[in-house]
């Protein structure tokens, strides 16, 4: 044999060599698309851009954790949800203000909520992530009732009272030590609600119990002790009622929106996390085409600075 076919034949044996020494790749979806669910305008001074909106904040949290975004218009037909649903590959339910039980942010919400228990439950990955608002939502789906009460925190940056399985939690768990003391002792969480749910009305409510853990407690200007981050216990489900987006995203001077290194990194990993959360589904759209049309892309944020907290918001 020539030294030329020596080497070729030595070169084919080493790269099949360290093919097979590569470890198997899991199943992953490295092009996801989080679906997040749009408000009903509500406020006079956005009335004449649209119908309903999306702060671009939560764009470029869930863009910034490496997915894409398709905005969903919350006035459609249970059909366009049950395909749509195959789709997608996360929802992120932002906040906002709606009736938790009558609004049609409600209804599209419980329609994903209903598919993602049924696709779960199939081993088919779908996580749901609810903010301030959204989180009361998920609270409401589960316990099918409003058990919401005056929990104000308005305007405020707080640190977490962390439980001890946040420790132990899907959500916390790899955050680096450092980070997790700073989250406990300085202000990194913006909070802007009005009600939420207390402790004791979490814990005294059996649906609310068996399903989500408790990782994080604040209190209240009233005193009220209230439940400030959740986990589901067998779904891919979390919710925070304070707000990760403005850490990065939100410049009004007039709120207390935390900007500090530790603020950043903590909406960092919170988006990353969510979005690896997306990658274990393997929803998809059949076309490129049809991807394409859907996607936030196709939509120009408007400056809103001058008339909301806002810097900027899609409207449709």
């Known amino acids: 044999m020539s030294d030329s076919l020596l080497l070729a034949a030595f070169a084919c044996l080493l790269f099949?060599?360290?093919?097979?020494?590569?470890?198997?790749?899991?199943?992953?979806n490295d092009r996801p698309v989080i679906g997040i669910l749009t408000q009903i305008v509500t406020d006079e001074e956005m009335k004449p851009y649209g119908e309903t909106y999306i702060p671009s904040a939560y764009v470029k949290y869930i863009e910034s954790g490496g997915s894409r975004v398709m905005p969903i218009r919350v006035t459609c037909t249970t059909e366009y949800y049950e395909d749509i649903f195959q789709k997608i590959n996360g929802l992120l339910l932002i906040g906002g203000a709606a009736d938790l039980k009558t609004s049609d942010f409600a209804r599209v919400a419980k329609i994903f909520f209903n598919l993602a228990l049924k696709a779960n439950d199939?081993?088919?990955?779908?996580?749901?992530?609810?903010?301030?608002?959204g989180m009361q939502q998920l609270s409401v789906l589960v316990a099918g009732e409003n058990l919401l009460?005056?929990?104000?925190?308005?305007?405020?940056?707080?640190?977490l009272n962390f439980t001890a399985e946040a420790?132990?939690?899907?959500?916390?768990?790899?955050?680096?030590?450092?980070?997790?003391?700073?989250?406990?002792?300085?202000?990194?969480?913006?909070?802007?609600?009005?009600?939420?749910?207390?402790?004791?009305?979490?814990?005294?409510?059996?649906k609310l119990n068996n399903f989500f853990t408790i990782l994080s407690t604040n209190i209240a200007d009233n005193g009220a002790h209230f439940v400030s981050t959740i986990e589901a216990k067998n779904y891919p489900f979390y919710g925070v009622q304070w707000h990760p987006e403005v850490n990065r995203f939100m410049w009004d001077s007039r709120k207390n929106f935390p900007h500090s290194f530790h603020a950043?990194?903590?909406?960092?990993?919170?988006?990353e996390f969510f979005?690896?959360?997306?990658?274990?589904?393997l929803h998809h759209f059949?076309?490129?085409?049809?991807?394409?049309?859907?996607?936030?892309?196709n939509y120009t944020p408007v400056y809103a600075a001058n008339f909301s907290a806002y810097q900027q918001v899609y409207f449709f």
């Not at 099949?16 to 992953?28: D, H, K």
């Not at 059949?286 to 892309?297: M, N, Q, R």
């Open 167 to 206: 420790y132990l939690s899907r959500l916390f768990k790899d955050f680096p030590a450092d980070l997790m003391k700073a989250i406990a002792q300085e202000p990194l969480t913006g909070n802007f609600h009005r009600y939420g749910l207390t402790i004791k009305t979490f814990q005294e409510n059996e």
């Open 149 to 159: 009460s005056k929990t104000t925190a308005e305007n405020e940056a707080l640190p």
């Open 264 to 271: 950043v990194k903590l909406s960092t990993l919170l988006a």
């Open 122 to 133: 199939a081993g088919d990955v779908f996580p749901i992530w609810g903010t301030c608002f």
């Open 286 to 297: 059949e076309h490129p085409e049809e991807e394409a049309k859907a996607l936030i892309y």
């Open 16 to 28: 099949t060599s360290c093919i097979t020494a590569m470890p198997a790749r899991m199943n992953t």
């Open 275 to 281: 979005v690896n959360e997306g990658r274990r589904s």
